[in-house]
């Protein structure tokens, strides 16, 4: 059977059971240059220490540091044998130094993939590289380290920030979420037929791309454009000096311009009891975003940009607190967006929480969209081999999401250890750190709302007998009558995978007819 993410992943776990004196010292280099309080980390020197530590020391010769991890081609064989890790200074330089650890780790567990795996890491069973071998590793990293290693960075802030460049379409897509219509890029590169998604569009809306928002040329750019094309872009201060006609004062007012000090917004400067702004006899309403010239100030700068900035959040606008935008982007996620909830047993929830603002702009559309959420998603945990995690430590937030959740998943990683390989597998030899009676024990009491729990399971070992693996389920006796035990994803060998997947729906069975045991 050829090595897979997830026996490579339990191989890298297997040896933090019982750390070498090599770990030893990495890892407290490690903990002394995590807590020394610096603002900067040398990414190189952790990387040689996370390779010992966390990676069987399979990185370092082959694994070139420089967040993303590709395979780069040898000058020499011209084939690609080489693996480099990016991290992006522009998303990072000014992030917290704990992305910068965490993006690291996350990369470097790709790495260790690419080396273990070959290229079928990138094709896993996600084929995105996140799959089950990947969650475990970063599960057990963030577990002996208290780090916070996801599968999707949070930097979209970030990103954003990047995504200068936007297109809307005029067809009918312009007024569906979640994207109403727009593509944001950080290259200048138009919506065209290389992109794999633009057949779709032709055929289903039809409309075409218009450019709506770019970047400020840079400097080089402006003195590469003709005569022609930078004239109207210079700032001509006697504009500050120029009165028109139609905006002449009446009455007897002073010639002097108005002076507006540097922090002193116009509106503020303007602003009086009656709501309006006075200044040399002309009233200008204060909501108004298209007042013309006043006399003595300085140019305002163009609407255009600003409109822009705002039509980017508001494109359609909820009819109570025009948050419509973050609704739809809220309940249209396709992809998971937290993975896992730092060291604690949840590792991955289909869809992130309701934004801010929408909570305290909006109760009522909230409430509608919480209830929605809650039914709709699906808590996932992965069984872990070296740790007893419970729930009393979560945050506030996690426990709450714990006591609404309806839906839960858990993940049972079935094999044996490395040192046990050479025994007879007669008796089932491996367990899982009373992790499954844990878990049980603290959805029982933290989750009141829960009502479905689906048992999946990951089976890497051969000729066990089903009686010992059902000593490892005996805690799901508790759950019976309580909550409803669905069957999840089964994966073992050809032979064994269909039989395993039949005993465990009718054991999961025979516990959802159960009577509800007295508290």
Not at 74 to 88: A, H, N, Q, V
Not at 185 to 202: C, E, I, L
Not at 409 to 433: A, C, D, H, K, N
Request: net charge positive; with cysteine; aromatic share 8%.
């Amino acid at each position: 059977m050829s090595t897979i993410d997830e026996h490579a992943a339990l191989r890298a776990i297997a040896t933090l059971e019982r750390l070498s004196s090599a770990q030893q010292d990495a890892l407290r280099a490690v903990t002394a240059i995590v807590s020394n309080g610096e603002p900067f980390v040398d990414v190189h020197e952790l990387f040689a220490l996370y390779d010992t530590l966390y990676f069987r020391a399979l990185l370092l010769s082959r694994v070139q540091c420089a967040g993303i991890c590709e395979l780069s081609k040898d000058p020499e064989s011209g084939k690609y044998t080489r693996i480099r890790l990016k991290l992006s200074t522009p998303l990072l330089q000014y992030r917290p130094r704990s992305d910068t650890i965490n993006t690291l780790l996350h990369e470097a567990i790709h790495a260790y993939f690419f080396i273990t795996t070959s290229w079928t890491h990138s094709r896993g069973d996600d084929g995105t590289g996140h799959g089950v071998g990947f969650q475990l590793l970063a599960d057990a990293i963030n577990s002996h380290g208290n780090y916070k290693v996801t599968i999707y960075h949070t930097f979209h802030d970030e990103v954003n920030s990047y995504r200068t460049h936007v297109w809307k379409c005029n067809g009918p897509c312009h007024t569906q979420p979640p994207f109403f219509g727009l593509v944001k890029r950080s290259m200048n590169r138009a919506p065209a037929k290389s992109d794999t998604w633009f057949a779709k569009h032709q055929a289903e809306c039809g409309g075409t791309y218009t450019k709506i928002q770019e970047p400020a040329p840079t400097k080089k750019q402006l003195q590469a454009m003709t005569a022609k094309e930078r004239a109207g872009r210079q700032k001509n201060k006697l504009d500050t000096w120029v009165t028109p006609k139609s905006a002449q004062a009446q009455g007897s007012t002073s010639n002097k311009p108005i002076d507006l000090s540097e922090d002193e917004t116009p509106s503020a400067a303007l602003q009086t009891r009656s709501g309006t702004g006075s200044v040399l006899g002309l009233a200008v309403p204060l909501a108004s975003c298209s007042a013309p010239p006043i006399p003595g100030q300085k140019r305002l700068r163009s609407n255009q940009g600003h409109d822009t900035v705002v039509q980017k959040k508001l494109l359609v606008d909820c009819p109570i607190c025009k948050l419509r935008l973050e609704i739809y982007d809220f309940m249209s996620r396709p992809v998971p967006k937290s993975y896992p909830l730092g060291p604690l047993p949840i590792s991955s929830i289909d869809q992130r929480a309701p934004p801010l603002a929408l909570i305290a702009t909006c109760r009522i559309i909230h409430d509608e969209i919480l209830a929605h959420f809650y039914t709709k998603v699906t808590f996932r945990a992965i069984a872990q081999s070296i740790h007893s995690i419970r729930l009393e430590g979560a945050d506030r937030i996690t426990l709450n999401a714990i006591q609404r959740a309806k839906k839960f998943e858990m993940r049972l990683i079935w094999s044996v250890t490395p040192q046990l390989l050479g025994q007879e597998f007669t008796e089932w030899p491996y367990s899982m750190s009373r992790w499954l009676d844990d878990m049980v024990s603290s959805l029982l009491q933290k989750a009141p709302s829960l009502e479905s729990v689906t048992v999946s399971v990951t089976e890497v070992s051969e000729g066990v007998a089903w009686e010992h693996k059902k000593k490892m389920l005996r805690p799901l006796e508790r759950m019976g009558g309580r909550v409803h035990l669905l069957v999840g994803e089964v994966i073992a060998t050809d032979e064994e995978e269909a039989e395993l997947k039949e005993r465990l729906g009718a054991y999961l069975k025979e516990l959802n007819s159960a009577a509800l045991p007295g508290l």
